[in-house]
């Protein structure tokens, strides 16, 4: 039997100790649990909430609802140690939160493809595999990264310039160690993505948030903050996190300022291949002639995070500096699977996945906003997102997102605070909202939590929209 807390809302309780019993494996696989009539009488709890916490539990694929038999585990439910569970923050084998950020979809042929792809070079291995080689990459791969952003991104780039990273923030991490000094002045976003805020601040830079408004950053507004910054790292495609379109205006005047400054701009195209309407944008390192621009791109959305494959471009004048310290770092990518994914580009797999993946992503973001408008009508406010795999929804400045955030995650929801990715201009309360790798029915779901958690917080007193 769980066992709940004295007090808190009754089938939220029921949910979290239910859940922790199958992730710990207390709750085995199979096992019939006993009936919301007898919990409710037990634990003294409402039927209704026992009902609930059940309902939340199939809905998440916990537990299965037979009919005339009952309610049982879940055949396969990951497992996780006691001390992980019972310890927040800790890192689970537990499967994504809906609404978590950087989730990505499953695609059966991509995966039967890129396993068909591996064995073919593990079968005939060539020489790269058994001795050290570029510490920017294998050169296949390079070619085929920089054939793909010269069609799809505009990017003017050759294989020489592209280094191969294990993702964005590897690139970026390379990038600051090798350009800032501790004390620098770098600009930011605000708000920004909190990963990249870290790195800088790890790297001993002197931060300055610069707004962004509805055309993105303005590098005007950057030097009435601060003067000249060393660097600035944005996100112009699809701002993160509210997704705003850097303005052709607002992208020259920051590469005009860059150039007067011998300053570099890190432009971070993370989600550019999830645009769903509209003509392909023009990376912001294409319309630089003056070498100032390092282009960081990452498999990981539009394939999947766990192949750790990340790419930067980066101006003549920061590569040998940039391969030194990568030198100094990891050496090199690993070999087996650079070779896999060329292949995958080069075969005409990736623009056929891309297809599909853009197809799947697209639905779950009209089932999400579809679910959102049903459960969540007059508590949220929010635009349907034209690019990318997430959503801001706005609340009013005295709603409290981080408190809001709390609540949904003892839901089972994985939705993230904005408040706290604003740097130094005034922070407004809103939730982060990922859609992408869930099935409809789990999206849907957590729509209904999230109005469900609302509405508790207006019954509490606390507004929602002004």
Known sequence: MPVLPRRGPRRRELYIAMRRLIETGLARPGAKLPTTRDLAKRLGLSRAAAVAAFEMLVADGFVEARIGAGTFVAA???????????????????????????????????????????????????????????????????????????????????????????GTMHGLDLVVRTVLKPGDVAWIEDPCYPLARATLEAAGAKLIGVPVDGEGIDAAGGENLG??????????????????????????????????????????????EFRFSGPPLTALQGMDGAGRVVYLGTFSKVLFPGIRIGYAVLPEA????????????????????QGAAADFLNDGHFAAHLRRARRRVQAARDEFVTALRDHCDGMLDFAVPEHGLHLVAALAASAGDRDLVRSLLAEGVGARALSPMYVDAPARQGLVLGFSGFEPDVLTSAARRIGDVLGDALKAGAPIRS
Request: aromatic share 6%; net charge positive; charged share 25%.
């Open 76 to 166: 396969q439910v990951p497992k996780v140690s006691e001390r992980a569970a019972s310890q927040p923050g800790q890192v689970s084998a537990s499967p994504a939160l809906p609404c978590e950020l950087g989730v990505a979809s499953i695609d059966g042929k991509t995966m039967r493809v890129f396993r068909g792809l591996l064995s073919r070079n593990l079968a005939q291995p060539g020489p790269e595999h058994f001795r050290y080689g570029d510490p920017r990459g294998g050169n296949k791969l390079r070619e085929a990264i920089a054939a793909y952003l010269r069609a799809a991104r505009g990017v003017r780039c050759d294989a020489e310039q592209i280094v191969v990273t294990t």
């Open 227 to 272: 003067g000249g910054g060393r660097l600035v790292y944005v996100t112009p495609s699809h701002q993160f996190p509210l997704g705003v379109t850097m303005t052709m205006r607002r992208r020259l005047a920051l590469i005009d300022w860059a150039d007067r400054n011998d300053a570099w701009i890190i432009e971070d195209d993370y989600d550019s």
């Open 318 to 337: 920061l590569l040998d500096r940039v391969l030194r310290l990568r030198t100094l770092s990891d050496r090199q990518p690993p070999s087996l699977v």
